[in-house]
């Protein structure tokens, strides 16, 4: 991973016309201050996941150029990545989760949209909670790696909001049901390159209330650990996301709700829960 901090994002342009395959450019910002003038001018760069066809730029447009500048008001921000494989860590809230052997579970990557999307909660569907967690974006092909190698797979770091029907976990016990339905992994908005994931502060604001926050010291399995773990026995791709866990406080999310992800460093990630048909 690299030692520069910057922001990777993927948009797509207001203007973009609807199609089987929307368009989608990746841009890259490279201010410290994120909400400062220059923190909202993108300049448009090749995609960062090369040999991932699922996250591969689209064709040129009028002012859209690689090497060209955009600024906020022209696109909208899309999940950063499209990942092959989103996972999540089990029992990763502290002291009593490392007691356990690590333990991953898999997350559909059709349940990822972007920040501003609605959190879709259809008929039946029980207690829901979501989770504000430090996500890792892998950043190139990565098999069996070590405490000492680990983060040269890491692309950086994102938002990821572990939406969970605990009624469906309950009765399921591979979780599929309970954390695979579309739109309940949120990811965004942004990728930020060269962050120092040790101490950064996780929370949510629930209806604009923010609740108990905690810290990424506080998972009981760390960044490398859990890399080396899932890496001893699948490749990780590029684009593939790791939600680490969420130690901090959580409250049941309904209809006409308003969800806020924050995690220190990133900034938070904003969305909306509706009724599904």
């Known amino acids: 991973m690299t030692n520069a901090t910057f922001r990777l994002a993927r948009v797509r342009p207001i203007d973009a016309a609807a199609g089987p395959l929307p368009e989608q450019f990746f841009v890259r910002n490279d ?26 730029n689209s064709a040129p447009r009028d002012g859209w150029t690689v090497g060209g500048t955009v600024n906020e008001e022209q696109f909208t921000f899309l999940a950063p990545c499209a990942p092959v494989n989103v996972f999540g ?9 490392r007691a356990l052997p690590p333990q991953a579970f898999h997350k559909a990557a059709s349940s990822v949209v972007g920040p501003g999307e609605a959190i879709v909660l259809g008929p039946g569907r029980g ?17 069996n790696l070590t405490l000492e190698n680990a983060r040269s797979a890491i692309l950086g770091f994102t938002i990821g909001n572990d939406v969970s029907d605990r009624d469906a976990q309950k009765s399921d016990e591979l979780w599929i049901s309970a954390k695979s339905p579309d739109t309940f992994t949120p990811l965004g908005p942004w990728i930020v390159a ?10 949510i604001v629930h209806n604009g209330t ?14 490398d650990e859990i890399l080396v773990y899932l890496s001893s026995f699948m490749t990780l791709q590029p684009g593939d996301a790791i939600l ?12 006409g709700d308003e969800v806020i992800c924050r995690v220190g460093g990133i900034g938070e990630l904003r969305n909306p829960v509706v009724a599904g048909a």
């Open 244 to 255: 680490t866990g969420f130690p901090a406080e959580c409250r049941q999310i309904t209809p």
């Open 31 to 56: 201010a410290a201050d994120f909400a400062s003038p220059e923190g909202l001018i993108w300049q448009i760069v090749e995609t960062p996941f090369p040999t991932s066809p699922a996250n591969q």
């Open 210 to 223: 923010e609740l108990a926050p905690a810290s990424s010291d506080d998972l009981g399995w760390g960044v």
């Open 194 to 203: 060269g962050l120092k994931d040790d101490g950064v502060a996780i929370s």
């Open 127 to 143: 207690y829901t909670d979501p989770e504000a967690e430090l996500t890792v974006i892998i950043g190139s092909p990565a098999k």
């Open 89 to 97: 860590m089990a029992h990763n809230t502290g002291a009593p989760g």
